[in-house]
């Protein structure tokens, strides 16, 4: 899944926010990528697209759609699909033994279709659980997987404008032979002024495979609330 891996933002506001959605309940569908505990409470319905135009002729293409589900829980489906640009194919010279024979052309591509649930317990908790069905194609030839994510969040402040919240993503899944890459995130959120319109959120990430550490963080600000 090499496409997924390249730092695409994944929506306006998670490229916003450096991908720091994990600590935070953002009101949007697309959250159940970071943490399906923020499906919980989810309020009415809403449906969301992206399209990512990036470096190396990359495109990223999303939806993804969510509703309220009674006793203060939220349903949500997802689906991303990135392409890379036309590649050149080559194949090996016996003569010299490099690669330098053009042989037409390929793309590589991967797909993510991801359903998720939450649900708020008590006052101030929300859990989360989403399956996720991945597939990678690499110049025509497909292995495919099934992982699971699961997640909590802890909303705090009076009106619960502020909250932290950890996920773990890729549990059990297995593409062409190897375990998936497992993540932790860890994160804070907090709104502020007017309408909450000032959002600012940070996340660390861990690897646990390779024992990567990364983190991002960014703040938002709503012009015109809808």
């Given at each position: ?6 730092g695409l933002?994944g929506t306006?506001?998670a490229?916003?926010?450096?991908g720091?959605f994990?600590?935070?309940?953002a009101?949007e569908?697309a959250a159940?990528?970071w943490n ?7 309020q009415?319905q809403?449906?969301q697209?992206?399209?990512?135009q990036?470096?190396g002729?990359?495109?990223y293409?999303?939806?993804a759609y969510?509703?309220a ?6 349903l ?7 392409q ?10 016996p003569g010299?033994?490099?690669f330098?024979?053009e ?8 797909l993510?279709?991801?359903v998720?649930?939450?649900q708020?317990?008590g ?9 996720t069905?991945l597939?990678d194609s690499v110049?025509?030839d497909d ?5 699971a ?5 802890l909303a705090l402040g009076r009106?619960?404008a502020h ?6 993503q890729n549990l059990g899944g297995?593409?062409?032979g190897?375990?998936?890459?497992l ?8 709104r502020f ?6 959002q600012v959120a940070?996340e660390?990430?861990y ?13 938002e600000?709503?012009i015109?609330?809808?």
């Amino acid at each position: 899944l090499q496409l997924f891996s390249v730092g695409l933002p994944g929506t306006a506001a998670a490229g916003a926010l450096g991908g720091a959605f994990s600590g935070l309940v953002a009101g949007e569908p697309a959250a159940l990528g970071w943490n399906p505990a923020g499906l919980g409470g989810f309020q009415g319905q809403a449906v969301q697209f992206t399209h990512v135009q990036w470096l190396g002729d990359v495109t990223y293409d999303g939806v993804a759609y969510a509703k309220a589900i009674a006793p203060k829980g939220g349903l949500g489906v997802r689906a991303i699909y990135a392409q890379s640009g036309e590649m050149t194919r080559t194949s090996e010279d016996p003569g010299t033994g490099t690669f330098a024979q053009e042989s037409g052309s390929f793309r590589n591509s991967d797909l993510a279709v991801s359903v998720g649930i939450g649900q708020v317990l008590g006052r101030t908790w929300r859990v989360g659980g989403a399956v996720t069905y991945l597939r990678d194609s690499v110049a025509g030839d497909d292995v495919a997987s099934v992982a699971a994510d699961a997640g909590l969040h802890l909303a705090l402040g009076r009106d619960g404008a502020h909250g932290v919240g950890v996920s773990v993503q890729n549990l059990g899944g297995r593409l062409g032979g190897a375990a998936l890459p497992l993540l932790v995130r860890a994160g804070a959120g907090a709104r502020f002024l007017r309408d909450r319109a000032l959002q600012v959120a940070a996340e660390g990430r861990y690897a646990v495979d390779g024992g990567r550490i990364s983190a991002g963080g960014g703040v938002e600000y709503w012009i015109v609330k809808a």
